[in-house]
């Protein structure tokens, strides 16, 4: 299976090579998937926030901010699909976890963040107390457009899933049509059963992104599924095909959903 998750040492392309969009509205996953394989993603969107953690907050000090977290979207009445904690599987200086937030459209997540920063915001940074932090230019958006789904996104709140992300330029000589072959023969080897606890999603960054010609987001549902389909992967003819067509800086990452 198609896991790159050999990790680097900073998150540079993960933020976009330094560029970052305009927040919504001034503002802050496992993306909700097709039902089908390679099928469009809908509307949906996607916001990765990166957040700065104090030194010594502990899991029962996160577990009580994400439960007030809910309290407070609740109390707002966002339209929000579902959101997730990412933590880092390699060291960084750029943030501490990274909250994703799954919105069933533009509209929703502008009119969201639109309310948010204006009735909510404030008051959230003061009862948190500097325990979690995170800056307005490091809200980073993505569009699914299309992916492998094996419902995964019906991850319970409070279970885990390990997302890998490979931000990818082309090698000369591939464009979108070595691309578009790959998916197919990569799409027809998991119908032949390579796709259990395993699927994955091309991203579009809402921002100008320079340094990678595409995202591809791979979620395994747990420890085995990732050494299953490492072990398919390895040395097949689809990870020539994958080296052959695009080099990539990959980024490991273990998700808590914590909204559904």
């Known amino acids: 299976m198609k896991l790159l998750f050999y990790v680097l040492a900073s998150l540079t392309l993960l933020a976009g090579c330094g560029q970052s969009q305009e927040p919504a509205s001034e503002a802050p996953a496992a993306p909700t998937a097709p039902t089908e394989a390679s099928a469009p993603?809908?509307?949906?969107?996607?916001?990765?926030?990166?957040?700065?953690?104090?030194?010594?907050?502990?899991?029962?000090?996160?577990?009580?901010?994400?439960t007030r977290w809910n309290a407070r979207i609740d109390a707002g009445g966002y339209q929000m699909m579902g959101a997730?904690?990412?933590?880092?599987?390699?060291?960084?200086?750029?943030?501490?976890?990274?909250w994703?937030?799954?919105?069933?459209?533009?509209?929703a997540r502008?009119?969201?963040?639109?309310?948010?920063?204006?009735?909510?915001?404030?008051?959230?940074?003061?009862?948190?107390?500097?325990?979690?932090?995170?800056?307005?230019?490091?809200?980073?958006?993505?569009?699914?457009?299309?992916?492998?789904?094996?419902?995964?996104?019906?991850?319970?709140?409070?279970?885990?899933f390990m997302p890998n992300f490979s931000f990818c330029k082309m090698n000369e000589g591939a464009d979108e049509t070595t691309f578009a072959n790959f998916r197919a023969d990569y799409d027809a080897w998991l119908v032949e059963g390579n796709a259990a606890g395993y699927g994955y999603y091309?991203?579009?960054?809402?921002?100008?992104?320079?340094?990678?010609d595409f995202v591809w987001l791979d979620i395994f549902s747990d420890e085995a599924a990732m050494a299953a389909g490492t072990a398919s992967w390895t040395g097949s003819a689809l990870e020539a095909q994958w080296n052959t067509m695009s080099t990539c800086e990959n980024y490991a990452f273990l998700a808590t959903a914590i909204r559904r």
């Not at 509307?43 to 926030?49: G, H």
């Not at 932090?133 to 419902?151: A, H, L, M, R």
């Not at 991203?203 to 340094?211: A, G, M, V, Y």
Request: aromatic fraction near 12%; avoid cysteine.
């Open 41 to 66: 993603a809908s509307d949906v969107i996607v916001d990765y926030v990166w957040n700065t953690a104090a030194p010594d907050m502990s899991e029962a000090q996160l577990a009580d901010i994400v």
């Open 84 to 98: 997730n904690v990412l933590k880092p599987q390699f060291e960084t200086e750029d943030f501490d976890l990274i």
């Open 100 to 107: 994703v937030l799954m919105w069933p459209s533009s509209e």
């Open 110 to 160: 502008e009119t969201a963040w639109a309310h948010w920063n204006a009735n909510q915001v404030e008051d959230w940074a003061k009862e948190l107390d500097g325990a979690l932090t995170y800056q307005d230019e490091n809200v980073f958006t993505f569009k699914p457009v299309g992916g492998w789904d094996d419902n995964l996104e019906n991850v319970p709140a409070g279970g885990t």
């Open 202 to 212: 091309i991203i579009e960054p809402q921002f100008e992104q320079d340094d990678a």
